[in-house]
């Protein structure tokens, strides 16, 4: 085991967690209404502006408890910054409001 949370934390200003949780059941889930197609989007514009693999890391998790038959849950850590009903259309607006046009913020 490698303890590396200073390197991390140095290097790290933001992290986005979107929301791919899948169940069986009655209610909805981001898994259901588009969290792998939001998560694709998040990195591609990180991507476009060449801010992947920098000071923004982008994760998967499971329920973030914002659940909607109408988007994916995703938050913006330690911004604390949460939405719910994302669309992958969503996310550069989202993305620019969080870390501006060109991700400079970050």
């Not at 200003?13 to 979107?18: E, I, L, R, Y």
């Not at 939001?38 to 329920?63: G, I, M, N, Q």
Request: one cysteine or more; glycine letters at 6%; aromatic letters at 6%.
């Amino acid at each position: 085991m490698n303890e590396r949370t200073a390197e991390h934390r140095d290097r790290l200003d933001a992290h986005v967690f979107v929301c791919t949780n899948d169940r069986d059941g009655e209610h909805a889930c981001c898994g259901d209404v588009g969290g792998e197609a939001v998560e694709t989007a998040v990195k591609e514009w990180l991507r476009e502006r060449d801010a992947f693999w920098t000071a923004v890391s982008v994760s998967t998790t499971s329920c973030l408890g914002l659940c909607s038959e109408n988007g994916t849950a995703v938050t913006i850590q330690p911004q604390n910054e949460w939405y719910s009903d994302v669309s992958p259309e969503d996310v550069p607006r989202l993305l620019e409001t969080a870390f501006g046009p060109d991700a400079s913020l970050v």
